[in-house]
């Protein structure tokens, strides 16, 4: 127990009450580097707020969040952004930029500039046709448009990647397809990696380890296999309980 | 159509000072506009207050609030001193981009509203600083939104700078108001003409900058700037590149006796040596306080109304008394210098036919009291709000069935068409002669003097050589002739130009 690396992101005794209600109320974990970990729960469980206290879109009422050893609001709220990929379900593309410059706008905040190869690379990273750069936003589709989303939270080589249901709006063709690239790239970049998600099948199958929220609270912290048998408790229970049923009735509708 | 042609191309600098004070007041309504509309996009209550106010602004008429900050900037001297202006371009500007702010407001503030929120999330997931997010995201994506705000209001603006007028300020009005005045309708036309031209001119380059911008074509937003630059730096090389601070500025009141006394004064400094200019169609108070401020240099008033409303006199002394009272009034309390009586008086009375008079046997204003409340009054709008008239109705008792607010050219139709019996005319008037009406007697002098005396600023008052020039006119100018020229600008056939009315009044006294 000596050995064991400090963690990349650490929530210590975490709360956000908004007039009466709690959103957050009370969590504290930790973020090993490397480690994808999916937040699961229902709408209003808190899991999104928990997930912007990182890059202080939300700000919280008691306890803190650290990244790489740094209480995150002793940081710059720019620099701190900079260093951490953001995706999120409305994508957010700036609609009067085109692709290569909305994939370049983190590095030219701090005034670099992101070379057309570079460019090209991220486009690549993200299975997209580098000759998509001159296009507009209202071109693409959906899932390209979550692509070149993916490709602009990468550009400024972030060591943390945050994703807020980033494939809820997407095809189930499109969002199976994004969600295998980006484990892939979590992989590839040695990223570390947090997505919230309604979806527990995505979970299980994106995920090294999975949090379930409820009522601002994470009652349960397991691996997708510990809970696929049966750990986690009645809530995370419930949640793995949907795929698997269906999974059961593909499985007897193929027979 | 020939007519309005040359009229047309008499307006060069009309049009330069009516672009100049239009793009000044649209400039500083976007400045103003622009930060309140982000202050407003952080904080609702703002937004409330600011849209509020703009849009109360927007209840007042442009007329009543272009005169309103006469007084408004009177009482500023108290802060910034003496030399603030009180009339002309600044009271005109700051009252019309008072009048441009709410459309520009108002749009960058829904266009700001209206931002995607998605879009605001990820100016603030990557990092951007609050000034990033401002000028890389949302400037650019309200810009097509606030051009079209800024289209409305240089409409709105364009229209509403022929008001400033009346407060001394050249424009595209003088045309339209001098040609009001004297029925000239080619001149109203184009005064009418020239600004809407300029008006739909300015909404058609804003229009490519708005559609360059929505499109993000650079060269036809760069392209519509570069020709609104290109028309005021045009209008900046008419109005600056030829003139000379040295301007003897000539006021006159809104009716034809003052703009022909003003030419005729002009006509005579030019012969002097000096150039003038105009500053036509002021409101009698605002007239008065010009000229006793410097603002103007020479005016033509009169006795009573100096006497009424300046010095707020309610009894009444014979005309020597009264001159001499006046004279020491104003070196007292402003140094304004009085050069002497032009000779006739341009006092109100009360006009009727001559053969309404004669059939009804009315010779005297007392003749009217019994039979008043079967008759019809009218005035010019002052008319009825004047010491004067309570004078003149408390006197005789007079008490009618109707008063009704004329424009003083319209006044006399209503006379001949029967919509009055009687009104309330200037005695020096030409239509008095040419309408054949009579004024009725006052025995007890209840209407005050109204001696033509010529007013000279401070300043110029000590200009020996400008006294000089202009002592000529004193005591030169009969009622008569003072009619004549009047009725030669006012009558419906061959109507005399100003400048040509004074150069034949001043052939024919002698000047």
């Not at chain 1, 410059?101 to 190869?117: C, H, S, T, Y």
């Not at chain 2, 650079?218 to 090389?237: E, H």
Request: proline share 4%.
């Amino acid at each position: 127990m000596t050995d064991a690396p400090a963690p990349l992101l650490e929530f210590c005794d975490l709360r956000k009450t908004y007039e009466t209600t709690a959103a957050v109320d009370g969590v504290s974990l930790a973020i090993a580097q490397r480690e994808f970990v999916a937040l699961v729960g229902a709408s209003g469980s808190g899991k999104s707020t928990l997930l912007k206290t990182v890059n202080r879109l939300v700000d919280p009422t008691t306890g803190t969040v650290r990244f790489e050893g740094e209480n995150v609001e002793s940081l710059p709220l720019a620099a701190l952004r900079r260093r951490i990929g953001y995706v999120f379900q409305s994508i957010g593309l700036f609609p009067h930029m085109r692709v290569d410059e909305n994939i370049a706008i983190g590095p030219r905040l701090v005034g670099e500039k992101l070379a057309d190869g570079r460019i090209a690379e991220l486009l690549e990273l993200v299975d997209l046709d580098p000759a998509l750069a001159a296009r507009m936003p209202d071109e693409l589709s959906g899932g390209q448009r979550q692509r070149v989303g993916v490709a602009r939270a990468l550009a400024n080589e972030p060591h943390l990647l945050l994703m807020d249901e980033p494939f809820g709006a997407l095809d189930p063709i499109t969002r199976d397809a994004l969600g295998e690239r980006v484990r892939a790239l979590h992989e590839e970049l040695g990223l570390t990696t947090v997505m919230v998600t309604h979806d527990m099948a995505e979970a299980l199958l994106l995920a090294d380890r999975v949090l379930v929220m409820h009522a601002g609270s994470v009652v349960a912290d397991e691996t997708p296999h510990a809970l696929l048998d049966g750990a986690g408790g009645e809530i995370a229970q419930g949640l793995v309980a949907v795929p698997r049923a269906q999974a059961d009735r593909l499985a007897e509708l193929a027979r | 159509m020939n007519d309005i042609g040359i009229a047309l191309l008499g307006l060069g600098d009309k049009l330069a000072a009516h672009v100049l004070l239009s793009a000044s007041a649209i400039a500083l309504g976007i400045a103003v506009a622009l930060p309140l509309a982000i202050w407003a996009s952080r904080s609702p209550a703002v937004a409330r207050a600011t849209l509020g106010f703009a849009s109360l602004v927007q209840t007042i008429p442009a007329l009543a609030l272009l005169a309103l900050f006469f007084p408004i900037l009177l009482s500023l001297r108290a802060v910034f001193g003496e030399g603030l202006p009180t009339l002309g371009f600044l009271p005109s500007l700051l009252a019309l981009s008072l009048y441009a702010l709410l459309p520009i407001l108002r749009n960058a503030v829904t266009a700001q509203a209206n931002l995607d929120p998605g879009v605001i999330e990820a100016a603030d997931g990557v990092g951007m600083s609050f000034w990033q997010r401002l000028r890389l995201v949302e400037a650019p994506l309200s810009a097509p939104y606030i051009m079209a705000g800024i289209r409305t209001a240089a409409v709105w603006t364009i229209g509403a700078a022929t008001l400033s007028t009346t407060i001394g300020q050249p424009s595209l009005g003088d045309p339209i108001f001098a040609g009001l005045q004297t029925q000239n309708w080619v001149l109203v036309l184009a005064g009418c003409i020239a600004s809407a031209g300029l008006a739909l001119v300015a909404d058609a380059l804003l229009g490519m900058i708005e559609k360059g911008l929505a499109t993000r074509r650079r060269l036809l937003a760069a392209g519509g700037l570069g020709a609104v630059v290109l028309g005021i730096l045009a209008a900046l090389t008419v109005q600056f590149g030829s003139s000379d601070d040295d301007r003897i500025v000539i006021g006159a009141k809104s009716f034809s006796e003052q703009y022909i006394l003003a030419r005729l004064i002009g006509q005579r400094l030019e012969a002097a040596g000096y150039s003038v200019d105009y500053r036509d169609g002021l409101g009698s108070a605002v007239a008065h306080r010009a000229v006793s401020t410097g603002a103007i240099d020479v005016l033509v008033d009169y006795t009573g109304t100096i006497w009424t409303n300046q010095m707020e006199r309610r009894d009444n002394l014979d005309r020597d008394a009264m001159l001499a009272e006046i004279i020491e009034w104003e070196t007292r309390t402003s140094g304004t210098h009085v050069l002497g009586r032009l000779g006739f008086e341009n006092a109100y009375g009360l006009a009727m036919p001559r053969a309404k008079a004669e059939a009804g046997s009315f010779e005297s204003i007392g003749d009217l009291a019994a039979r008043a409340p079967r008759m019809i009054i009218g005035g010019d709008p002052e008319f009825f709000e004047r010491p004067d008239w309570f004078g003149v109705r408390d006197t005789y008792g007079l008490r009618f069935a109707e008063r009704r607010n004329f424009s003083p050219t319209f006044m006399y139709n209503a006379l001949q068409s029967g919509e009055a019996d009687v009104i309330g005319a200037y005695t020096s008037d030409g239509r008095i002669a040419a309408d054949d009406l009579v004024f009725l007697d006052d025995p007890e002098g209840a209407f005050p003097n109204y001696d033509a005396i010529v007013l000279l600023s401070p300043e110029t008052g000590a200009h020996e050589r400008i006294v000089t020039a202009l002592s000529p006119l004193v005591g030169a100018i009969d009622v008569e002739a003072m009619r004549a020229a009047n009725l030669s600008v006012d009558r419906e056939e061959d109507q005399l130009s100003f400048d040509e009315a004074a150069r034949r009044l001043a052939q024919r006294v002698g000047l």
